[in-house]
């Protein structure tokens, strides 16, 4: 996906409150964040920054009340592709001028104070981020009186790419490790499988307008995939992106078949052999039938290995519509052949 189109699509995940809740409780680790009530989280409409500055960060900053009183809770979210050196920096001038802001409208904290600000760079380019945090690590060595002059910044870095696999799947429920679970998917039907999880768990009316961001997200996601492209009407809706992007992987496992029978042909023409041919075409039905039923039984494996052209096909046919490997090998009289016969008494 473009990376203009990247981060408007980020920009309306996190336009979402459930999404920027389960961000800071799953990516920020502190027991006083853990504690606010989300449930009064809100966007900040701010005038606080130029014209181009606010096209990149209105409509990613919300406040939420503390459990320690209505202290409001300022979060600064911004999304980058390029690693900025110079992001302490700029998240120092976005804080001020988000001061200003809030001195003008005369929103301050009780006793006329500033409200606490949680600046937060979320991140999603390939390489790791490797700018400074702090302002202070931008600044050359100081003499002693100099130092505690010197204005300070510090922001939380949630590097997307960082996190293992294994540390995303740990935070079931989460929707902001969802996401970026997704972007790592690297087949249609791992997409699909991850929507109907997504969709199940995403049914109670409070996730209405998380459900329908996320659909939107995602349809941008497929249709802008460099390894596959899959071009979906307009939707608004997990469950119609589901039904839709089942019924588009159907088309895509048959394609995906149609070029591995041509790649074992091909494999076939430069051994000289019609054995390339059926190569080819059982790896292609043993990877689909793995990616639809889980590990292959010995006796699966022993047929594919004996099989010939024509039963290759019929089996390629069933595997689409088949709820079991039985159903993929049933003969017409029933049992599936060359699976282990019925025990005897």
């Known amino acids: 996906m473009p990376a ?34 989300f449930s009064t989280l809100e966007p900040v409409k701010g005038h606080y920054v130029s014209e ?26 911004e999304f980058q592709h390029a690693i900025d050196r110079f992001m302490a920096l700029r998240m120092l001038v976005y804080v001020g001028l988000l001061y200003q802001d809030l001195i003008r409208q005369k929103q301050l904290a009780p006793g006329g104070q500033l409200p606490p600000v949680l600046p937060i760079v979320l991140y999603n380019g390939e390489r790791r981020w490797r700018a400074p945090t702090t302002l202070a690590a931008l600044l050359p060595p100081l003499p002693a009186f ?5 204005p300070q910044m ?55 307008r998380v459900r329908r961001i996320v659909a939107i997200w995602l349809r941008a996601v497929l249709r802008h995939n460099r390894t596959y492209a899959i071009d979906l009407p307009e939707l608004d809706d997990l469950q119609e992106l589901n039904t839709m992007l089942s019924q588009r992987i159907e088309k895509w496992a048959k394609d995906y078949l149609a070029a591995g029978e041509q790649k074992g042909r091909m494999e076939g023409r430069v ?23 889980g590990e292959l039984p010995g006796w699966v494996e022993a047929r594919l290995n004996a099989a010939t052209e024509a039963q290759l096909e019929a ?15 049933a003969e017409p009289q029933g049992r599936p052949a060359g699976s282990p016969p019925p025990a005897s008494h």
Do not use: C
């Open 4 to 37: 203009r189109d990247h981060d408007s699509g980020y920009k309306l995940l996190f336009s979402d409150p459930l999404m920027v809740r389960d961000l800071v409780r799953g990516f920020v680790d502190d027991p006083w964040l853990q504690r606010l009530d």
């Open 52 to 77: 181009d500055m606010r096209q990149r960060a209105d409509d990613v900053v919300w406040r939420v009340k503390s459990g320690e009183g209505w202290v409001y809770l300022y979060l600064l979210i």
């Open 146 to 150: 100099l130092k505690p002059l010197q």
């Open 154 to 208: 510090r922001y939380v870095l949630i590097d997307e790419g960082a996190y293992p696999d294994e540390t995303l799947r740990g935070l079931p429920q989460n929707l902001a490790a969802a996401i970026f679970q997704a972007e790592r998917l690297q087949t249609p039907a791992a997409i699909q499988d991850f929507v109907a999880r997504l969709e199940a768990e995403t049914r109670a009316p409070a996730f209405a």
């Open 271 to 293: 051994e000289g052999l019609q054995q390339g041919v059926l190569r080819g075409e059982t790896r292609v039905l043993a990877r689909l039938l793995t990616r639809r039923f």
């Open 315 to 329: 089996w390629s046919d069933a595997v689409l519509d088949a709820r079991s490997l039985d159903e993929v090998f």
